[in-house]
């Protein structure tokens, strides 16, 4: 970075880079030796400040814990074929939290303290970053509520925070997916799509119950018929049918507007294929498989990129995909989404943003 950071840094004394094998880290487990920390108090955000990673002690009437104001990111960054530092389109995630933050009645977040202090964090641990093929930094912003009172109200204090993990290649081996059709995500009017920390939560036991029938996944579905597909587990989703490409749209505010998801529209459409977001049901679906017209499903994420599915269980149907024989859309998109991201090829629509 060439300007001249106003971010107070306490470095670390004892970086635990050296003792860390950055070649077979565990995806989110291992964290850099800085944290990005700034405090909302008083109406107004205070100076942020670089800190060695470290636990927090608080208060246990923490609002944060009992009443869930708290949302996040997921981001990453790479190092690209010319050993440039580079994260891909922070600022669309930038957005999408303070949109969250609108909708859990929490305070934006300036961009001087979400993107400077995450390129200045990242740049002072950007030997973290791993040097090879298919790892990355993945970059975690969050925010919590950290007012010290049970009651049930927006609170008036709020801790936003960046951590770092070095990852691994995310291999997503193919998913075998049940739909669900008992519980729900998401329904219009409610909180589907904000990144805040209470959806995951609600996800976990629909999850686990799917996988104790043999699924690793779920499709969710709509609060109404569940029929209208939304997405795959915490992932979106896309259909690749013969002579199109579905992906569920956004209007109804049931779907995370996923930045992978973004990019893959538009990636799609540069292989010349025929996309459409919008409402897709579960009975259209199997009508095209059961006339040789449905190829390839596939889930989108920053996490693992893309996710094949093998399987999509709803009721007696099972949809089967043979990936051997057909995953060329997923492979090549997976391929040219990488290709950008590393520089490979040039990166004509601003999605690349240097430290
Ligand atoms: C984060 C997330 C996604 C994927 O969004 P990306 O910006 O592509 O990482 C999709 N669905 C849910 C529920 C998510 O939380």
Known sequence: MSEVSTIKITKTTKSRLSETDLKNVPFGKIFTDHMLVADFVNGAWQEPE?????????????SAIHYGQSIFEGIKAYHNVRNETVIFRPYDNFARFNQSAVRMQMPEVPEEIFIEGMKELINLDKAWIPGYDNHALYIRPFMFSTDTFIGV???????FMIILAPTGPYYSKPVRIAVEEKYTRAAPGGVGQA???GNYGASLKPTSDAQAQ???QILWTDAFEHKWLQEVGTMNVFFVLKDKVLTPSLEEGTILDGVTRRSAVVVLREMGLNVEERKVSIDELIDEYKKGNFLEAFGTGTAATISPIKEL???DEHLVFDLEKSSQTSIELGKRLSDIRLGIVEDVHGWIEKI
């Open 214 to 216: 043999g699924y690793d």
């Open 313 to 315: 269980a709803y009721k």
């Open 195 to 197: 990144k805040n920390a």
């Open 50 to 62: 670089i800190l060695p990673y470290q636990p927090l002690s608080f208060d246990p009437s923490l």
């Open 153 to 159: 109200r927006p609170s008036s204090t709020y801790k």
